[in-house]
């Protein structure tokens, strides 16, 4: 227990070295929903080193939202689609993980939009 306590005390400060750069490209605030409370750095891919482009600095909110996709409203998720165009890898990522679940016609078309962004490997994850 003591080993998978201090794997995991070195992975946060990891991220935390991390943290200032994530700050100012998130300029402080959520970067899906633009709110500027607990705000913390979410990983993305938390079975690699953790990385930059990796991590997204998310409200309480929004990382409930990428904990449980798929179990929030459809209507509560359209603010996620204006995200489809941006160029962060991260928020791209994040952007598919919510709208994939969704059978809705505008989720579709945003995942059509941020494949066509990023080539046609966007929905593979």
Same mark, same amino acid.
């Given at each position: ?9 070195? &992975?946060? +400060?990891?991220?935390?070295? @991390?943290?200032?750069? @994530?700050? &100012? ?10 709110? &500027? ?14 990385? $930059?482009?990796?991590?997204? $600095?998310?409200? =309480? ?18 603010? /996620? ?6 160029? $962060?890898?991260? /928020?791209?990522?994040? /952007?598919? &993980?919510? @709208? ?6 505008? =989720?579709?078309?945003? $995942? ?6 990023? +080539? ?6």
């Amino acid at each position: 227990m003591a080993k998978g306590l201090h794997k995991h005390q070195a &992975r946060l +400060g990891a991220i935390n070295l @991390l943290g200032k750069d @994530l700050a &100012r490209r998130a300029r402080r605030a959520c970067e899906l929903c633009q709110e &500027r409370n607990d705000c913390r750095p979410y990983d993305l891919e938390p079975d690699r080193t953790p990385q $930059l482009d990796q991590l997204i $600095l998310l409200c =309480a909110s929004c990382r409930d939202l990428l904990d449980r996709p798929g179990q929030t409203p459809a209507d509560h998720m359209r603010f /996620v689609a204006n995200h489809c165009w941006s160029d $962060l890898p991260p /928020v791209q990522t994040a /952007v598919k &993980r919510l @709208l994939k679940p969704l059978n809705e016609d505008w =989720a579709k078309e945003a $995942l059509d939009n941020l494949a066509m962004m990023q +080539g046609s490997s966007a929905l593979d994850d």
